[in-house]
């Protein structure tokens, strides 16, 4: 009974995660099967080695990346990245447990029944179109990288080749070549600038056809030939595919990005309307992190407690709080609690009377309705259908000075990426005569004023 006590102990992670059998195992990181103790929820927990990742070049940046979309891209449909933590020796990314396996599998045994490749198609272009809003390309789609819960539904996971806005070149275009052959689009292995969008629809068609076929559209023992297939988008269908599905897939492997199918246009058509629900993707926050991130998982501290039988172990800290306290004037909190909501604020020399009716007359302005939830605080909604209904925004005036209030604006409902352009391009300019400093400007306001120089006027 002791043994076992000792054994049980020994397989406790950060006193927080029973650590069960081996899921599986890549270059540099193993992957283990877990139970958080308090919920008893199951989760999947990656685990890489510091000195590995330390070593490899580029790792890190792979690592940074992963973590930011994975912050970015919250939807029933991608694998969750629930949070992360470091020891002196280790980094531990804490993962929605995706008990079905991957959609490969299903596969090798078989081509699918249309009904059921249709319905894998629709979840998949629903969390690619989800990812594409949110300024992310997964760069590397294919059954592999798709899994199945316990419920049958798809979970697209494998963030570790996606890019975001800042890798766009000068031109627009992504340029680094990665994913795998078979599934790439025909200008990424041309090796010149891409829209990662584009690529991403293309591996979506290859998907499909994997689904109905039960094998590749593009393949040959000669590489070359391949590569020659896929740049010509020469294939042929099995006999027993539809019309309609040869339709659509003739539409999503076009070898001309310019002429290739979209997402939006993918949605209208009949074939993949059919039964098809949209899921309400969860909240979504930036998915930026701090420079000094590579320092902080570099530093020989040891962060938290490791698989251990000891009781003295030390109580851990989440990784990023680390980060947090440590890089001057980056809250980084916001990015790793679903509890906070996007905000924007700024201070202003005005009376509080005159910020509130500068905001009524600034959302009467926009076709904003207006609703006074109390004396210093207003509820706008807009009259357009953005990508997660109306945008909804709440305003809030707090007197810290009797010459100085803090406006804090902060989204209620509606899209992120709409709710950033509405505080920039809408909310900024209209309210630039109130504000004497937005939040993270430092030397001027917005109306390219210097600190304390500004005349309230409406």
Known sequence: MENHRQEESRNVLFGKYSTGRLLGQGTFAKVYYAKHLETNESVAIKVLNKEQVKKQQGLME????????????????????????????????????????????????????????????????????????????????????????ENGELKVSDFGLSALPEQLGCDGLLHTQCGTPAYVAPEVLRKRGYDGNKADIWSCGVILFVLLAGFLPFQDE??????????????????????????????????????????????????????????????????????????????????????????????????????SSMSSGFDLSSLFENTRKSGSMFTSKCSVSAIMAKLELMANGLGFRVAKVKDFKVKMQGSDEGRKGRLAVTAEVFEVAPEVAIVEFEKSAGDTLEYVKFCEEDVRPALKDIVWSWQGDNSSNSNGNTKGTLTCSI
């Open 62 to 149: 792979q690592i940074k990346r992963e973590i930011s979309v994975m912050h970015l891209v919250k939807h029933p449909n991608i694998v969750q990245l629930k949070e992360v933590m470091a020891t002196k020796t280790k980094i531990f990314f804490i993962l929605e447990y995706v008990k079905g396996g991957e959609l490969f599998a299903k596969v090798a045994k078989g081509k699918l029944r249309e009904d059921l490749a249709r319905k894998y198609f629709q979840q998949l272009i629903s969390a690619v179109d989800f990812c594409h809003s949110r300024g992310v390309n997964h760069r590397d789609l294919k059954p592999e990288n798709l899994l199945l819960d």
């Open 222 to 323: 000669n590489v070359m030939k391949m590569y020659r297939k896929i740049f010509r988008a020469e294939f042929e269908y099995p006999p027993w595919f539809s019309s309609d599905t040869r339709k659509l897939i003739s539409k999503l492997l076009v070898a001309d990005p310019e002429k290739r199918i979209t997402i939006s246009e993918i949605m209208k058509v009949p074939w993949f309307k059919k039964g098809f629900v949209r899921p309400v993707a969860m909240v979504s926050l930036d998915g930026s992190l701090p420079d000094k991130f590579e320092e902080i998982v570099d530093e020989e501290i040891q962060l938290t407690g490791t698989l251990s039988n000891s009781k003295l172990e030390p109580s851990f800290f989440n990784a990023f709080e680390l980060i």
